[in-house]
């Protein structure tokens, strides 16, 4: 059981893709535009019902080895002009950030995204975080939860769950990406909501009692705060 650090002010972590943002069509255009330019199919449909990963490993399922750095980096140079203005915020996404801010806590991100596009993303939809952190997948996220102290992960993928884990935070998971509750819970995420309109209230019960607020992982916790 995570309770809050009593010499640290509170510092919530969140994940970026499918948990903060929708960024399924911005990707798909990106995808499309690289397919366009290097004559070699590929699949964006299918390749946004996998988004949680780093780029390389989704780009091995269409280039060969000798490619993939290549191609990640014309990936990324391209994404700012065909994903940034397709993509929408996850519903409750500013709430939930501005929620842990009001509390007088940090609300960072955490993503395995290219850090200066994140940042993209989140300037263009008006979501101000204290930090953005790139780069980082699964447990790697630990490095960045721990050096800002984070005590709380939410993401929606079973990697957000170990990173969490890993970094010795309250792993809560929302099923709003690639995997669904079952999932998140055999991965050991503690607490499980619907999604993050469910977030500030459940986050006003953790911060009144550490304890009670991350006990309720089973179906109360999506009952409870939906």
Not at 87 to 108: C, F, H, S
Request: glycine share 8%.
């Amino acid at each position: 059981m995570t309770s809050l650090p009593d010499a640290q002010p509170l510092t919530v972590g969140f994940d970026l893709d499918m948990t903060l943002i929708d960024s399924r069509p911005g990707i798909h255009a990106a995808y499309l535009a690289l397919s366009a330019e290097t004559g070699v199919p590929i699949d964006a449909d299918l390749a946004v019902t996998r988004l949680g990963p780093p780029l390389d490993e989704e780009l091995a399922h269409w280039f060969p080895a000798d490619r993939i750095a290549e191609m990640g980096d014309r990936y990324r140079e391209i994404y700012p002009t065909h994903a940034i203005a397709p993509t929408l915020l996850m519903a409750g996404a500013r709430e939930a950030v501005t929620a842990v801010q009001a509390l007088g806590g940090r609300a960072i991100v955490v993503t395995a995204k290219h850090e200066p596009n994140a940042k993209l993303h989140l300037a263009h939809l008006g979501v101000e975080p204290d930090a953005v952190i790139g780069w980082l997948w699964a447990e790697a996220k630990a490095e960045a939860l721990r050096a800002h102290g984070a005590s709380v992960y939410v993401g929606d993928h079973t990697g957000d769950v170990r990173g969490a884990r890993t970094a010795g935070a309250l792993s809560v998971a929302v099923p709003t990406g690639p995997c669904d509750e079952a999932e998140l819970r055999a991965a050991g995420a503690e607490v499980v909501l619907p999604d993050l309109l469910a977030f500030p209230r459940w986050l006003r019960s953790y911060v009144a009692d550490p304890a009670a607020g991350s006990a309720g992982a089973g179906t109360a916790a999506s009952a409870d705060f939906a």
